[in-house]
């Protein structure tokens, strides 16, 4: 009897649990959709999403809105076992990048037109849009920490120190590529076209390998998995450093056609019409490329170690 009755106590545990487990997931997938879906409704209202950077913040916010919503539709239906691989490596990743990803789009669009949207309506819209993608960016995070607290058989990418890399990588990256949303910063020299396909490449690069250790066929490459990692990244250094190079020489020195001068740029005195200029869309790319070229590097070294160092 008294086995019986642990037993029954530990299955009544077990079951309450798991229906708080769910309880909580779906709270946190309900005010994801809602946030999300608010933010781009609202900056959908003040226009200022067709510029070059709004537009990408508001890919992130219906991006992040349609990925959610496939997902609690899923866990609704309980189609989980359909997926091909880890459904918790899934949710751990993509709440991870979500959070990074509205983060920025909580820095990026309000720092670049809250300022300019002439006040009333469209004004309070814009920053009820911020307010929005950081509560996003908050429930995503929230996500990621409740999925490590909770008890459960996560081997995710994302846990160790290269995962972390990893993703700052590929988010720094994202955040690149808002900025070069504006194609007349480098289709007018082939150097510069050059930088694009070196972000453009890297982050496919570490797509592939995040998607080789969820799918397990990471033990099923010609070779160790942590040498493939390494080659990536000393690779990822060698084509970020021209990238770095590049984009300074052909962007702000003179004999290569650039603009050393900020003040040599007719956009940036049109403040009240684009916070962020071309000459300082620039010298932004240049700052994160070299950012991502230390990441890049922190990355190598990691490897190096546990390849060569390692006991």
Known sequence: MTGTSLTIRLTMSSSSGLASATIMGYFLRLLQLLSTC?????????????????????????????????????????????????WDDFLINYASYSTLLCLSASIIYPT?????????????HAIAATAFSCLASVTYATEVAWIYAWPSQITCYVLPMPGLLKGLENFVACVIFAFISNTSLYLHQPALVWCVAVYSICL?????????????????????????LLGLALLSVFLYASALVLWLLYQFDESFGGQPQRSSDMSCRHQF????????????????????????????VYWARWVFVRD
């Open 38 to 86: 608010l933010a781009f409704s609202l900056v959908a209202t003040t226009d200022t999403w067709r510029e070059t950077i709004g537009n990408w913040s508001m890919f992130i916010w219906c991006f992040c809105f349609i990925v959610t919503l496939l997902t609690f539709v899923v866990e609704l239906c309980g189609l989980q076992f359909l997926w091909p691989f880890s």
């Open 112 to 124: 670049t037109y809250i300022q300019t949207v002439p006040r009333g309506n469209s004004q309070n």
């Open 204 to 228: 496919f690069l570490g797509a592939v390998a995040l998607l080789l250790y969820l799918r397990g066929y990471s033990n099923k490459l010609p070779m160790c998995f942590p040498i493939f």
């Open 273 to 300: 019409t684009h916070l962020v200029c071309i000459w300082d869309q620039r010298l932004v790319v240049a700052i994160l490329t070299a950012v991502n070229l230390l990441i890049y590097v922190t990355d190598l």
